[in-house]
């Protein structure tokens, strides 16, 4: 068997052009949405991410703002921004771009985004939310997976899924959004501790790998026809690798490969997460 594969700049160019007319919906309305960004520090990788956020809403008619702080910044400056930020009414919603610089909290950090405002769907009000399974911003990334699941018709009722990685911003959310009435998975959710990850992978018909360990899933742990979609991303000499080693091509139905797939779905879901902010919140422009 080889592979189909699930690519993510088709998808996430139909979901801009659905943006488009809402955004300029709401201007026909007099709200004006923007997205905020908020970097720490010069890491070039985040800022090559944020330069991208901001072409993005451009791209589909959103306004945008950056607050660059540098990376020693003081943690109660920091919070004075981000409340500054949650009182602007020209700002719709903002993110706080991850990794922060180790000596800042990201929990407490991203507890002071005010939960109407955060675009990442990463405050705990609204990762609350999404256990409860009441509406609030989902996790971009999640919420690109499911998309790219949703559009390549994967039957996800009833199903096996193997999430790995338990971070906030991915593995953890995950497992909520499949595990929802409305997706019915089954998961399993493995990590570095996890005893035998091959037991869990193989017996997967969906395993969605999120733990930025270059090739750590190879053919021999993956069962024929399943569905693998790759998350985590490591930079090497020879350029971007994904989680999932090429061997499982071979044996599996649908990859989302890295880079490719999930990356640029996950952009996409930022911008709708904007969108639905202001449609849920708008401001006058
Ligand atoms: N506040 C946040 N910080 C971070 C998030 C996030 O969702 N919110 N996710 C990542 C970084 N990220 C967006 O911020 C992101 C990473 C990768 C891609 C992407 O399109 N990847 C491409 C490859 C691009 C490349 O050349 O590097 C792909 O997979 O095809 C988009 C967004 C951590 N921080």
Redesign the pocket.
């Known amino acids: 068997m080889t592979a189909q594969t699930m690519l ?1 700049k088709p998808l996430a160019a139909a979901v801009k052009e659905d943006l488009r007319a809402r955004v300029a919906a709401l201007a026909e309305r007099g709200s004006v949405p923007a997205l905020g960004t908020v970097v720490v520090g010069d890491d070039p990788g985040s800022l090559a ?1 944020v330069r ?1 956020k901001h072409r993005d809403c451009a791209e589909v008619g959103l306004a945008s703002v950056q607050v660059r702080l540098p990376a020693d910044v003081d943690p109660a400056e920091l919070r004075e921004r981000l409340l500054q930020l949650n009182e602007d009414p020209a700002c719709t919603g903002y ?4 990794p922060l610089p180790a000596h800042l909290d990201e929990s407490a950090v991203l507890e002071l985004v005010h939960p109407d405002k955060d675009a ?1 769907g990463l405050h705990p009000t609204n990762l609350g939310r999404l256990v409860l399974g009441t509406a609030a911003p989902l996790p ?2 999640p919420a690109a997976v499911l998309e790219l699941l949703r559009a390549s018709d994967v039957e996800l009722d009833g199903a096996e899924v193997c999430v790995i990685g338990r971070g906030t ?1 991915v593995g953890r959310p995950m497992g909520l959004l499949l595990t929802r009435r409305s997706e019915n998975a089954t998961v399993t959710l493995c990590h570095t501790g996890t005893r035998d990850l091959a037991a869990h992978t193989r017996r997967a018909d969906v395993v969605v790998a999120a733990a930025g360990v270059a090739g750590l899933v190879d053919a021999d742990m993956v069962a024929e026809g399943s569905v693998l979609v790759g998350v985590g ?1 490591t930079r090497t000499e020879d350029g ?1 690798v994904g989680d999932f080693h090429p061997s499982v091509l071979e044996k599996a139905a649908l990859v989302a490969p ?7 779905m ?2 996409a879901m930022l911008l709708r997460n904007v969108v639905e902010l202001a449609e849920r919140h708008p401001v006058a422009g």
Do not use: E, W
């Open positions: 993510g991410y991208g993110i706080v771009q991850l990442d971009c990334t911003t991303i971007l890295v880079p490719g797939g999930v990356g640029p996950t952009r």
